[in-house]
């Protein structure tokens, strides 16, 4: 039996030529959630045909496993301050999927 991780898969468009200055926020938000044992994978990709367009994905541990767990992760204080840099940048904000990792590389899971 495998414990699942909640995940979020999300896509961030941005205004044209801001993607990086986009990025640069969203690997300090990763750098952030470094401190947070809750946090187990935080990974910001780009796309070389998407030009205005910046991936986060998350996953989360059993602590906070669920929507609601997650979203008192956007009140930090680092977090918050990172949202308002990241706001004038974008222009919309896209949840791909909410997903139950079940496993794989680099993820801690509990057989």
């Known amino acids: 039996m495998y414990t699942s991780k909640y995940c ?3 896509k ?3 205004s044209e030529n801001k993607r990086e200055e986009m990025v640069d926020i969203l690997l300090n ?3 952030s959630m470094e ?3 809750e946090c187990e994978v ?3 990709s780009v796309s070389d045909e998407e030009a205005n367009v910046v991936y986060v994905y998350e996953v989360w541990s059993e602590v906070w496993s669920n929507e609601t767990s997650h979203k008192a992760s956007l009140n930090l204080a ?3 301050t990172l949202i308002q840099k990241a706001k ?3 222009e919309n904000v896209e ?3 909410t997903l139950q990792t079940k496993g794989g590389k680099g993820l801690l899971i509990n057989k």
């Open 8 to 10: 979020l898969f999300t």
């Open 12 to 14: 961030f468009f941005v």
């Open 29 to 31: 938000a990763s750098r």
């Open 35 to 37: 401190k947070l044992e």
């Open 42 to 44: 935080y990974v910001v």
């Open 78 to 80: 680092v977090t918050q």
């Open 88 to 90: 004038p940048l974008l």
């Open 95 to 97: 949840r791909v999927n």
